[in-house]
């Protein structure tokens, strides 16, 4: 089935850690974004990649960090700089120009 | 700057109710797109409908409706016949751009259809 793949569902990291979450498609999709969530709050853009090897800091760029090596494949680092990482991810796919995006079913992260 | 607002933070109806969940938005610009999407528990959005700024017409798919008013700068989302299937959490999203990377989020709607 074509889709979009976040892995881990849960993911818990200690203060002073970085983490990286997986995004992947199989739909040929050319961009891909990454989106936080928190309680009660809307969506916000982390970063968004329109073609392979180019990215763009979306609002709340600060203390993440993504590549985009391959254009099935969008992950996205959490580092030690990001003071409030706890919070709901997720990644989207779109056709280059103007459509729907699909989303991927999230990754939870909670610091401990 | 683009805004999008959900007033509606939380509501509760019972199956086979009507209910109608606003959305109002503020933007400069004459050419901007309109969304909504949905978040089931499973945590994915779905995309429900997308509405540029030069059609007004209101749109219906099943169940589903929509009343876009530029008078009054909303897009309302209607269900007739609510399930409990229903239950979610609804956004509604503006994009002046016409790219996915400017889009603007409510803060979202929580719909809990009970049965």
Partial sequence: ?112 | AQKVTQAQTEISVVEKEDVTLDCVYETRDTTYYLFWYKQPPSGELVFLIRRNSFDEQNEISGRYSWNFQKSTSSFNFTITASQVVDSAVYFCALSEGGNNNDMRFGAGTRLTVKP
């Fill in chain 1, 1 to 112: 089935d074509g889709g979009i793949t976040q892995s881990p569902k849960y993911l818990f990291r200690k203060e002073g850690q970085n983490v990286t979450l997986s995004c992947e498609q199989n739909l040929n999709h050319d961009a891909m974004y990454w989106y936080r969530q928190d309680p009660g709050q809307g969506l916000r853009l982390i970063y968004y990649s329109q073609i392979v090897n180019d990215f763009q800091k979306g609002d709340i760029a600060e203390g993440y960090s993504v590549s985009r090596e391959k254009k099935e494949s969008f992950p996205l680092t959490v580092t030690s700089a990001q003071k409030n990482p706890t919070a709901f991810y997720l990644c989207a796919s779109s056709m280059a120009g103007y459509t729907e995006a699909f989303f991927g079913q999230g990754t939870r992260l909670t610091v401990v």
